[in-house]
């Protein structure tokens, strides 16, 4: 098979990243007999250099046209006085509406072989944590009716939250079925004891749940979870949640696996299209000095392979592999631990690909 990757490569570390992800597929595609196209398109700062605008209309109509879109990550301090509408971050935001991108898929792994890195307690994660979080990502209260207003007060302040059955129905169906693709539990996390959103979003779940018996669902009120993430991680499967409880979740549970540098994501709307990008920002600090971790974007290459285009075994060998490398003890120096000696991107790139 031949598929069409839009690449935005973007600033900081994410040439060197994404040219690793590039690497991999290409030996992917060697091994499987697929050829992956890959075409770069500018967005964020750089794209701001050289066209005055953090996402031009041509990365837009090539992101749409593309079979999915793998991308590096955008900003610096160049960039950070910019004002509101020239941000780099602007091009993702902007990504995200014109692909209508409704879903983020967040895993949170802990790797055994980085066991030491977890914050939390080794009687905790004694048998490691594996869970994707399954975020709403275009409705409730970041996308509701908000303003100023005089209140009982003085001047006040106010956000909405709304969410549609439609909305709800949408995600819940992609959890159930990402579910069906791992462990097959589901735990739908809202606050149905105070807001009515989230009564909606409860009924909705139920109802959609009835379609997948095959499927375990339970509920879970947002701030037990946000306990439970650090009482007993393990219990995770398959999270579903919305957009503000997802946003401040998923960056809980990534930090408990204690490194930034190993964490995918997916956006996903309606078919089969995707934007994969790491979790982690630029990082300006280490541009250009070939010390990134490149595993984020490998893995987010993996979850393209499996969620866009249907190839499970090819993720799983790319994933298969990234694990052996850590097995074997090489790291880079995000993930070395004190005084550690560490490889470099490209080095690690290549040991993922001897791998492979
Ligand atoms: P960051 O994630 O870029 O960096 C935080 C720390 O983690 C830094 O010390 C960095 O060196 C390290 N780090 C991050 N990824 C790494 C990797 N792959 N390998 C090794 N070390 C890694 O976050 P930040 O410093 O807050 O932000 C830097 C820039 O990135 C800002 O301009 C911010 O706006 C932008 N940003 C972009 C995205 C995105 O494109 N999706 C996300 C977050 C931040």
């Not at 900081?12 to 007999?33: F, Q, T």
């Not at 953090?54 to 837009?60: D, G, I, K, S």
């Not at 890195?117 to 996308?143: K, S």
């Not at 009924?203 to 979870?225: F, G, I, K, S």
């Amino acid at each position: 098979m031949e598929y069409q990757i839009a690449l935005i490569r973007g600033d900081g570390i994410g040439p060197e990243i994404v040219d690793s992800a590039v690497r991999v597929l290409g030996k992917v595609g060697e091994k499987y007999g697929h050829t992956f196209r890959c075409t770069p398109y500018l967005a964020g700062g750089c794209a701001i250099d050289e066209t005055g605008v953090p996402l031009p209309e041509e990365t837009v109509a090539a992101c749409k046209a593309a079979d999915s879109v793998l991308l590096g990550a955008v900003g610096g301090p160049k960039w950070d006085q910019n004002p509101a509408g020239l941000r780099p971050e602007k091009a993702l935001l902007g990504l995200r509406a014109a692909m209508g991108l409704y879903t983020n898929l967040r895993p949170a792994k802990l790797y055994p072989a980085l066991a030491g890195d977890c914050p939390l307690r080794p009687d905790i994660v004694a048998n490691g944590f594996d869970m994707v979080i399954v975020r709403e990502l275009t409705g409730g209260i970041y996308f509701g009716e908000r303003g100023r207003r005089e209140g009982k007060y003085g001047p006040e302040a106010y956000d909405t939250e709304a969410y549609s059955v439609m909305e709800v129905e949408r995600i819940a169906r992609v959890a159930f079925e990402t579910a069906r693709k791992r462990r097959r539990h589901v735990t739908s996390i809202d606050k149905a004891n105070v807001l009515e959103t989230s009564r909606l979003w409860r009924e909705t779940v139920h109802r959609v749940a009835a379609d997948y018996p095959d499927v375990t669902c339970t509920d879970m009120l947002v701030d037990n979870a946000a306990m439970q993430l650090v009482r007993n991680p393990a219990q995770f499967d398959v999270v579903v949640t919305s957009n503000m409880f997802g946003d401040i979740l998923s960056d809980e549970a990534s930090q408990i696996t204690g490194s930034i540098g190993m964490l995918p994501s997916s956006s996903l709307g309606d078919g089969t299209r995707g934007l994969y990008e790491p979790i982690h920002g630029s990082a300006p600090d280490i541009a250009g000095q070939d010390k990134a971790n490149p595993i984020a974007t490998i893995l987010s290459a993996a979850m393209m392979l499996r969620y866009s285009f249907s190839l499970g075994e090819e993720a799983a060998a790319i994933e298969a592999a990234v694990d052996r490398v850590l097995n074997a003890g090489w790291r880079t120096s995000d993930i070395a631990g004190e005084g550690a000696a560490a490889i470099g991107c490209t080095a690690m790139t290549d040991k993922i690909i001897g791998e492979l």
